[in-house]
Structure formats: C-alpha cells, structure tokens
C-alpha cells in the first residue's frame, strides 16, 4: 500500500518533468535543475512558516473556510494561498534560475520554474497522500493538482523570459511589467483553481472544466512557442 501510494504521488512529477526537460533543446545542467528541483522543496517549507505566522497575525484564516464570509474567503484563497505559494516558487526561480549563467535561451527559464514548481508539488503531495491514505486523493492530485503547479510555474517562465529579453534590450518598464505578470499571472490561475477546488455548486463545476481546458491549453501553447523558438537572451 505505501509503495503504490509513493509511486502515485511521485510518477506525475516525472512524468511532467520528462516532458518539459525533452522539449529543452539545449539540456540545461543537471546539478542546476536538481538544485531548482530541491528549492521547490525549501519553498513548500517556508509557505507552511509563513503560514504558521499568518495565522497568529490573521485569526480568521484558521477558521474553516465555510464559515468566513466573501472578503475573508478571498483573501483566505488568493493571498495567503495562493499568492504565498507562487511568491515563494518565484523567489527561487528568480534567484536561482533567473539569475544564472546558464540562462541564455528563452525556453531555459520555464524549464527552470517548472522544475521549482514540481520540487514545490512532489512535497506537497507527498504530505497530501500519506496524509490522507488515499489512493482516489492521489490519483486525483496526479491529474489535476500537480499538473497545475506546472501550468503555473510555465506562465511564471514565460514572462520571465521576455522580462530577461527586454532586460537585454535595456527596456526596463517593459522588464518591470513581465516580473510582475510573472507573480501576478500564475497567483491569479491558482486562486481561480483553488476557488473551483472548494465552492461546491454545479456551475463551478462547469466554470472549473472550462479553466482546466483553457489552462492545459495555454500552457502548451506557451511551451510549444518558446522550445522552437530558442531566442536568445545574450
């Protein structure tokens, strides 16, 4: 039972892993992506710190969530999830991905984000199916949780590499406004994910088929553009 449980929690990772490497035409250095990978870990970390101290700061995000009314549900989802959890993958993303050398093609930064983002869900559902015991909960996440962190973590990559090709053209209002579409964009994904996740209603249910179509979509398209591409940032 714990080695099926593993092998649920863990075979979406690479799968999703797999893919996004394969479609780097250039391979990036694997003790590079192994270092983004295991950040993706440190950040699921220091989301459940911040949270810890939200949580002393902002009593009404320890109620259950039926209970808080509109504003509160809000926030609840957008800031302290959502916007905590991508905050934290793109502060690793940034420092370590953005940062490096080794960054010279446009492709190689959503590369690097998805590899934080599936640092970040492998230890996220690890705890999540160990939790819970579940196979259903783990076969569930494997097809749509997971896969999500990656959709987010390519729209993260995405601006960031035109943030990094304006950089180089030394345009920096439009560099300005791709980092910030690089926070904003995947926070805003999440929060309507997470939203869907918990309303029960038969038209949130509709809405949320329709956002995981719009999303699975996108997210291709995004990848199939910048791995052909292959724009340098030089």
């Known amino acids: 039972m714990l080695e099926l449980l593993l092998i649920i929690a863990i075979l979406p990772v ?30 699921c970390l220091l989301v459940v710190i911040i949270t810890l101290i939200a949580s002393l700061l902002f009593p009404f995000i320890n109620k259950n ?13 957008f800031i302290f999830i959502s916007l905590t959890e991508e905050f934290c993958k793109w502060l690793m993303t940034y420092h370590i991905g953005y940062k490096s050398k080794e960054f010279d093609e446009m492709y190689d930064i959503i590369v690097y984000s998805v590899f934080v983002a599936l640092g970040f869900a492998s230890f996220e559902n690890l705890l999540y199916v160990f939790g819970v ?16 962190h990656v959709c987010n973590g390519i729209a993260m990559g995405y601006h960031l590499s035109y943030a990094k090709y304006y950089k180089t053209k030394e345009k920096k ?62």
């Open 14 to 43: 690479i799968i999703l892993g797999a893919f996004i490497y394969k479609k780097d035409k250039n391979k990036e250095p694997k003790l590079l992506l192994i270092k983004l990978f295991t950040s993706g870990i440190l950040a």
């Open 65 to 77: 969530y039926t209970t808080m009314n509109f504003m509160e549900f809000f926030i609840y989802i």
């Open 133 to 148: 015991g579940s196979i259903e909960v783990g076969i569930f996440r494997g097809i749509l949780a997971i896969p999500g």
């Open 173 to 234: 209002k439009e560099e300005k406004l791709e980092i910030i579409k690089s926070i904003l964009i995947p926070t805003i994904y999440h929060g309507i994910y997470d939203y869907c996740c918990l309303v029960e209603s038969n038209i949130i249910i509709i809405v949320f088929i329709v956002f995981i179509i719009f999303l699975y979509t996108t997210s291709l398209k995004k990848v199939k553009l910048l791995s052909k591409e292959i724009k340098s940032t030089d």
